[in-house]
């Protein structure tokens, strides 16, 4: 099966007075119909940079100074703005983002958001297109979506807006979902509602979803496939329970011992040092500053990511030699 979205050598900078920053670094990375794919990392690791270079909503001093972004066959970054508005953002491929009252208009209704965003990119007439947003406000699970539809943002609870942005980015029914931290700030109850929601809608609809999130207990409960990143780059890919179950990165180790287990009677670990400046980083591998399996070569040349078997890849020299 060839994947919706292959992501190879991306690298996104920003461009600042006396410094550049390499967000993203060489990145490679794929997700393939109907899959739900985590990436996970640190925050400044790269996740929401890969994300808005994927739709090429970089804005200066930023820009994508390589790479290619294939999705549905095409390169993303070879393609007008005419054609990423009218066949790709908000049709082809949406995002979720963060916060979503701050994402929605304050002086439209939660309906008109949703019905604008139909009829701007599938066409139809102001009632086909009420219609069909009350239709995905009853799919996401809204109750009495009629009076929901004509609310503000402002009178609507975080878990309420978040799921009008799920209605809104799946109204088009889209190939690809990127949410962005989607549940982080939510109750713990709502959070699990969204999640269940959108296992849901993607054995309904069959879209391909990205989470980008720090929260590994997300990854663990909602996707198939887990990515982790570090310092702009993909340093380790595989199967959620393979993974977990056997990490081969030392970063990916030391996240998931970060994480509380009420199963064991065991403190979390937290990961000495910081992630690295992205205007300075260090020769070798980025992580051997914080690696206690750190050999020579780690600090001299930098590890590229290689296939483990399956899908299960690392860029690791330790994990290399140990394989040997």
Not at 75 to 81: D, G, I, K
Not at 126 to 144: K, M, N, S
Not at 162 to 183: F, G, K
Not at 306 to 313: I, L
């Amino acid at each position: 099966m060839e994947p919706l979205l292959d992501i190879r050598g991306l690298r996104t900078y920003f461009f600042l007075r006396h410094a550049v920053v390499k967000a993203v670094n060489d990145v490679h990375l794929s997700v393939f119909p109907g899959e739900m794919v985590g990436l996970v990392g640190e925050t400044g690791s790269g996740k929401s940079v890969t994300a808005l270079s994927v739709l090429r909503l970089i804005q200066p001093p930023g820009r994508v100074i390589s790479g290619e972004i294939i999705f549905q066959g095409r390169n993303l970054l070879a393609l007008s703005e005419a054609e990423m508005n009218n066949s790709v953002r908000g049709r082809a491929i949406t995002m979720i983002f963060q916060n979503p009252r701050s994402c929605l208009n304050p002086v439209l209704t939660a309906g008109t958001q949703i019905a604008r965003v139909y009829q701007t990119h599938c066409g139809g007439t102001t009632r086909q297109a009420r219609e069909r947003a009350l239709e995905f406000l009853r799919l996401v699970q809204i109750p009495d979506p009629e009076s929901v539809f004509n609310r503000y943002p402002h009178q609507l609870s975080g878990g309420m807006c978040q799921r009008v942005m799920i209605a809104m980015a799946l109204i088009c029914e889209p190939a690809l979902v990127i949410a962005d931290e989607a549940t982080t700030g939510l109750d713990v109850t709502v959070q699990d509602q969204i999640l269940t929601l959108m296992r849901e809608l993607r054995n309904k609809t069959h879209t391909a979803q990205l989470f980008i999130t720090h929260d590994l207990g997300v990854v663990a409960e909602t996707c198939d496939r887990v990515l982790v990143m570090y310092s702009g780059r993909i340093v380790e890919a595989g199967a959620v329970n393979e993974v977990y179950a056997r990490p081969l990165h030392p970063y990916t180790s030391a996240l998931l011992n970060s994480v509380p287990d009420l199963r064991k009677d065991s403190r979390p670990r937290s990961i000495p040092g910081e992630v690295p400046d992205p205007r300075n980083l260090p020769p070798g591998c980025p992580f051997h500053p914080r690696c206690d399996r750190c050999t020579d070569i780690c600090r001299v040349q930098e590890p590229i990511l290689v296939s483990r078997g399956g899908s299960r890849q690392v860029a690791c020299h330790a994990s290399v030699q140990t394989e040997e």
